[in-house]
């Protein structure tokens, strides 16, 4: 799915303040240019992962993320709170501060264990300077984040379903984007 479009697009502004919808593309455009790091700074983005685990508890945590191919994409160790929920229940939510908009995306984390996957993403994860391998079904590297637990790594695929955008700068605004997957 190389282009993510919406199905349907709302606006928020419940306020009366007269803003317009903004495209899906003025969220889009952002995941994919904040791809990368910073030597200085670490990633370009700073994303959040919310999973509820199967007692009902709320959870989060900040993760690294690739935007690659409409979808989403993290990782995790097996043994974390985050990968425990997800196995449990596979909804999630992802947020970020992008340059001008506050985004929260809705959706579901699957595991990815599919070889030809696992290569594209080990290959966009080492382009941007963390040298992963695949082994067997997850990944390894010399290092990872510390919350994201010792390898191996779970590759997960974050499906959007729904995002949320507040605008950050200028004129203001909110927009809700739904996408059938």
């Known amino acids: 799915m190389t282009d ?6 709302a606006n928020l502004d419940s306020g009366g303040y007269g ?3 903004f495209p899906w593309s003025r969220a ?7 791809l990368g790091v910073d030597d200085d700074k670490g990633p370009a983005l700073s994303y959040f992962l919310g999973t509820v685990s199967p007692g009902g508890r709320p959870h ?14 993290f990782t995790s160790g097996p043994g974390t709170r985050k990968s425990r929920d997800l196995a449990a229940n596979a909804l ?14 809705d959706g579901h984390a699957d595991r990815v264990t599919d070889a030809p996957t696992l ?4 290959d966009r994860y080492r382009d941007q300077g963390w040298p ?4 067997g079904a997850a990944f390894t590297a010399p290092y990872s984040a510390p919350s994201a637990g010792p390898a191996p790594w779970y590759l997960y695929r974050f499906s959007i379903t729904q995002g949320v955008a ?16």
Do not use: H
């Open 4 to 9: 993510l479009e919406p199905t349907e697009t």
């Open 19 to 21: 803003t317009d919808t």
């Open 28 to 34: 889009r455009e952002q995941l994919i240019a904040g």
């Open 60 to 73: 989060s945590a900040g993760i690294g993320a690739l935007w690659d191919d409409g979808d989403m994409y």
């Open 92 to 105: 999630c939510t992802l947020s970020v501060r992008l340059d001008d908009l506050d985004l929260v995306l």
């Open 119 to 122: 290569d594209r993403l080990a």
């Open 132 to 135: 992963a391998e695949v082994d």
């Open 166 to 181: 507040l605008s950050i700068k200028g004129s203001g605004g909110a927009t809700r984007w739904r996408f059938r997957r």
